[in-house]
């Protein structure tokens, strides 16, 4: 299939689930219905898109909910309920649409794991294919837990509505971390299905909804000023290649801008967010021409700043390492000495301060350690390489 | 979204005195064997199955003989306490606490007499979170 008719389709998925869950009612049912008008178009259009593909695919899309409704014979209430709606004439207002459904697939009832699945694909317009595929598991088992997904949402009382003003920011910041967690998913793992594509679009897309949200402006700045310097991420071999060393000319330029232009809007609005700290502590690493250049006193700030709003010995660890390049690895150290033993990476950035601090010995028995612990292969491999190179 | 393997031992446990299956009776072994499959459906039902396979018993342990030499096949540098890995189910769970639960379960499959066979599992982490090393 052409890249364009996948395109589209990714850019209609939400807009004919909205008009169809209105329709209908069971958001469940569309889903499922919209799913399989997808695949048909996918088989189809190469040969030739329709004149109106939106009415096209909410057409298909409602049969297959009609046929669906009526093979059910239990259901068959519900098939009057969807005749005797009128088929909404022309497309139907899709700004508020998706934020909907966007509420609806990050519902505070699910685990971000089923948020994630049910999000790629009613939002996204993704094939359970190909999120089974990006996530390495079986299409099956993806496809169960995305209608797991929709019972949950179902049975917690989640509906196609806006949420109350009083939940409206909290229900939102869960969306947030959805894309957000997608986004890490796809930024760390490559290849496989671009993900990281995929919620750069997704996050645009909500950035257009919400101009005047500073934190989804942030989050998509974020996005954007890592997304950068992905290409220099890894070596001809597909070896990690840490920050310091990266190849800077290879950093997307256009990327950095859009991320730098959003962010300063955002900052202007003065309502600080951890998305817009993140992007701001990024920000400050993509204007660096040399990793020695680096501004790591305004890095510092930052995560100062970012400690007082969220705590965590994430948080720390990453402060950690801006300190010592400011106050020295021995201060930096210190700073990390009480954070539990089983924080992810701890290890790595201990052996990081033990190395700088001219302790080698030290940093090659961390290094080891932190392999042994890494949680991905690449990271691990990266681990090994620093402890032999200090040893 | 952390993938956890798990791996099923037999005969590693010496706290497990768990009569071996070439005594169970036709029945016992079919109520095991549909206890399995019935695990893979479960977990393919909750979304979290990504694979499950049984291995053969007669394994070989193998290494590099040297330069110009044959592969060195023998039945295990240990053959006295041979343990013996009977398969896996491989696993996509919200957290390691979820992978320890399905294990227990699987640790209950059904033996002789009917009763909990406490298998032991090894779990272990896949390593295929995102990376980072910045």
Same mark, same amino acid.
């Given at each position: 299939m052409t890249a364009s008719v996948e395109d589209l389709l990714r850019d209609l998925a939400?807009?004919?689930?909205? $008009?169809?869950?209105?329709? !209908?009612?069971?958001? $469940?049912? /569309?889903?499922?219905?919209?799913? &399989?008008?997808? #695949?048909? /178009?996918?088989?189809?259009?190469?040969?030739? =898109?329709?004149?109106?593909p939106t009415a096209w695919l909410v057409r298909v899309a409602g049969r297959k909910l009609v046929d669906a409704v009526r093979s059910d014979a239990a259901?068959?209430?519900?098939?009057?309920?969807?005749?005797?709606? *009128? =088929?909404? *004439?022309?497309?139907?207002?899709?700004?508020?649409?998706?934020?909907?459904? #966007?509420?609806l697939c990050c519902h505070p009832s699910l685990t971000p794991t089923s948020a994630v699945a049910l999000t790629l694909r009613a939002v996204g317009g993704l094939r359970t294919a190909e999120i089974a595929a990006a996530f390495l598991v079986p299409e099956a088992t993806m496809a169960q837990r995305i209608s797991r997904?929709?019972?949950?949402?179902?049975? /917690?009382?989640?509906?196609?509505?806006?949420?109350?003003?009083?939940?409206?920011?909290?229900?939102? /910041?869960?969306? #947030?971390? =959805? #894309?957000?967690?997608i986004f890490n998913e796809g930024y760390g793992s490559g290849g496989r299905v671009d993900l990281v594509a995929e919620v750069i679009r997704l996050t645009r897309g909500l950035s257009a909804l919400l101009p005047d949200d500073p934190e989804v402006a942030g989050l998509l700045a974020l996005m954007l000023l890592n997304d950068a310097r992905r290409p220099a991420r890894t070596d001809a071999h597909g070896r990690l290649v840490p920050l310091a060393e990266q190849d800077r000319s290879r950093w997307d330029r256009a990327e950095v801008v859009e991320g730098v232009a959003l962010l300063q809007r955002a900052l202007r609005q003065d309502r600080r967010g951890e998305y817009q700290i993140q992007a701001a502590i990024a920000a400050i690493h993509d204007d660096a021409a040399s990793a020695e250049e680096t501004d790591w006193p305004q890095i510092l700030a930052w995560y100062d700043e970012l400690l007082l709003l969220t705590d965590t010995p994430v948080v720390r660890l990453s402060r950690a390492v801006s300190l010592a390049e400011v106050d020295g690895p021995l201060v930096a150290l210190r700073s990390i000495e009480r954070l539990d033993p089983s924080v992810p990476r701890l290890a790595a950035v201990r052996a990081h301060l033990a190395e700088m601090a001219g302790d080698r010995v030290a940093a090659a028995r961390l290094f080891t350690d932190a392999a042994r612990i890494a949680s991905s292969v690449p990271e691990r491999e990266?681990?090994?390489?620093? $402890?032999?190179?200090v040893g | 979204m952390p993938k956890f393997l798990l791996l099923k031992h037999y005969g590693g446990d010496p706290d497990v005195r768990c009569t071996p299956m070439s005594e169970w009776t036709p029945s016992e072994v079919a109520a095991h064997i549909d206890f399995q499959r019935e695990v893979g459906r479960m977990l393919t039902e909750s979304g979290e199955f990504v694979d499950a396979q049984g291995l053969s018993g007669d394994g070989a342990w193998v290494r590099y003989g040297g330069p110009g030499e044959p592969p060195v096949v023998t039945d295990g540098p240990f053959p006295e306490t041979k343990e013996l890995v009977a398969g896996w189910f491989l696993i996509d769970v919200e957290s390691a606490e979820r992978a320890y639960e399905i294990a227990a379960y699987v640790s209950s499959a059904p033996g002789n007499g009917g009763k909990p066979i406490y298998e032991?599992? &090894?779990?272990?982490? =896949?390593? !295929?979170a995102p990376a980072t090393v910045e």
């Open positions: 939400p807009q004919v689930l909205a $008009a169809l869950t209105r329709r !209908s009612g069971d958001f $469940a049912a /569309a889903e499922d219905a919209v799913q &399989e008008a997808l #695949l048909e /178009a996918a088989r189809r259009w190469p040969a030739g =898109v329709p004149d109106d259901r068959r209430r519900r098939e009057q309920l969807v005749r005797s709606r *009128a =088929v909404p *004439a022309g497309p139907a207002p899709q700004t508020d649409d998706t934020l909907l459904l #966007l509420l997904a929709k019972r949950t949402v179902a049975a /917690a009382g989640g509906r196609f509505a806006p949420p109350t003003d009083g939940e409206r920011a909290r229900r939102l /910041a869960l969306v #947030l971390r =959805v #894309l957000y967690l990266h681990l090994l390489r620093r $402890a032999a190179a | 032991r599992l &090894e779990v272990r982490l =896949v390593m !295929s």
